[in-house]
């Protein structure tokens, strides 16, 4: 089974640009999460969606971070304008119903924003 | 106070020790604990998984559950130099849709 994927790996990009993260969860998978780890702290909760639509979007820091799960697919998240405090390693992570069994993670996206 | 408190480390232990990492946890409802390590550079990856109170035992990993505490421990037997990473407690939250992540216990295994 192909597990989660995401792209890119690394992105470097200045202040005020727009970034789009992509995530392609395992085949079969309703639930799909957005993480980030800031340097030195721990792995922090962006949101949820189950299939299509957003179940918590409680942990998106502001209206610059936008989030889509196209057909209960893959997901975007997309970042504009980017500022310096939104780099770090964003994670993406997907389970099957229930999420009680765990998740696996792809292997995540460097955000660098000079 | 955090949701999930971990001891951030280094831990280091002799290579076929035991390491013992330790988490509590706020949530009085959550139901669902786990364990993921992680590699320097590499995603968190799951290695244990535990609901009821008292120990799941997984090869040389045994997760303790102790609800009434809100504690959760791991422990690596005969810990090897490739157990060296960072390990990250989870904990499912009362609505069983999020899970919440300590910041991690690095280990380091000495050979």
């Known amino acids: 089974e192909a597990g989660v994927t995401q792209f890119p790996s690394h992105s470097v990009i200045e202040k005020g640009q727009t970034v789009t993260l992509r995530c392609d969860p395992i085949s079969g998978h309703d639930n799909l999460y957005w993480y980030r780890r800031v340097m030195g702290k721990e792995i922090k909760f962006l949101l949820h969606?189950?299939?299509?639509?957003?179940?918590?979007e409680s942990g998106m820091p502001n209206n610059r971070f936008l989030a889509e799960r196209t057909g209960g697919t893959y997901s975007t998240l997309k970042v504009q304008p980017a500022e310096l405090e939104d780099s770090g390693v964003y994670f993406c992570?997907?389970?099957?119903?229930?999420?009680?069994?765990?998740?696996?993670f792809g292997s995540g996206t460097r955000l660098t924003v000079v | 106070q955090k949701e999930v408190e971990q001891n951030s480390g280094p831990l280091s232990v002799p290579e076929g020790a035991i390491a013992s990492l330790n988490c509590t946890y706020s949530d009085r409802g959550s139901q669902s604990f786990f364990w993921y390590r992680q590699y320097s550079g590499k995603s968190p990856e799951l290695i244990m998984s535990?609901?009821?109170?008292g120990d799941k035992e997984d090869g040389r990993f045994t997760a303790q559950l102790n609800k009434a505490s809100q504690y959760v421990s791991l422990l690596i037997r005969d810990s090897q130099p490739s157990d060296s990473a960072t390990y990250l407690c989870?904990?499912?939250?009362?609505?069983?849709?999020?899970?919440?992540f300590g910041a991690g216990t690095r280990l380091f295994v000495k050979a």
């Open positions: 535990i609901y009821s109170n």
């Open positions: 969606f189950v299939k299509e639509s957003k179940q918590d």
């Open positions: 992570a997907s389970s099957p119903d229930p999420p009680s069994y765990g998740y696996t």
């Open positions: 989870a904990v499912l939250n009362t609505g069983g849709f999020k899970t919440i």
